[in-house]
């Protein structure tokens, strides 16, 4: 057990990058904690791309980043066994991809934390983890239910909120880049819809880009992620940077 215990704070270690860059204020950096692994995507490449993204918005961030659980769909990993396992960050970035995970002790120890306030945001396959448990408390503080996705292809985004902070320099007419289409199922009652995308296969229009009031906590979330070149789309990127500041309250 102490061998695990010192792998995983040592991995924390060497994994808390700091991406600071000038504000022109005295503005404390924001405290940033990454969870990511899992199937299906480069997740070290994503992580990068997203620290770098918050350096080139000229946001000053501190970034933990915990890649734990391997890369199959079912893992509860060592790091949520803390109770205190958020404390200090001013926000929690989940993109982690475990659909086979249904331990709902397990999942309320994360989704407790998020209730009690603190802020996240959700990315692509963070919807379809846990989509095999029973509960629906990480659905609901998703904001929206998906469980399974289309083709993938480039879709079309339509500004379903202009007038939202995080939307207000989206461009009005742009396209995802290669990418996957999760279907939506259903939407939460505190998610406020900010974009969606239009099935190639039933014309049916699923959110994409969204908020959510989960409790306390302010989320943010999108269902595109899924490949290298979604986390090379400047207009992507810079969405979720605003809607990491969005939901650490920083975005008004």
Known sequence: ??????????????????????????????????????????????????????????????WTVVNEGGKGTEAEIDFYGNDEWSKGFDVVVHNECFAATTNPDYIRSITRVHKAGVP????????????????DDWREFLGVTSR???????????????????????????????????IIEKVWPNTTVLATSDSQKTGKTNP??????????RVFGTTYGHSRETFEDEVYLETLVRGMLWAAGRLE
């Not at 692509?124 to 095999?132: G, K, L, Q, S, V």
């Not at 399974?148 to 396209?175: F, G, L, N, S």
């Open 1 to 62: 057990m102490l061998s695990r215990l010192f792998v995983c704070l040592f991995g924390m270690f060497v994994s808390t990058v700091a991406t600071v860059a000038s504000r022109g204020d005295d503005t404390a950096p924001l405290n940033v904690l990454l969870i990511t692994s899992g199937c299906c995507h480069d997740y070290d490449f994503q992580a990068k791309a997203l620290q770098l993204a918050t350096e080139k918005a000229g946001v000053a961030a501190v």
């Open 148 to 182: 399974h996705h289309e083709h993938q292809a480039r879709y079309p985004i339509k500004i379903a909120a202009a007038d939202h902070p995080i939307m207000r320099d989206y461009p009005e007419a742009h396209t995802s880049a290669m990418d996957e289409l999760y």
């Open 208 to 217: 994409v880009i969204w908020t959510n009031q989960y409790g306390n906590a």
């Open 120 to 135: 996240a945001v959700v990315i692509h396959c963070a919807m379809h983890t846990y989509r095999d448990a029973d509960i």
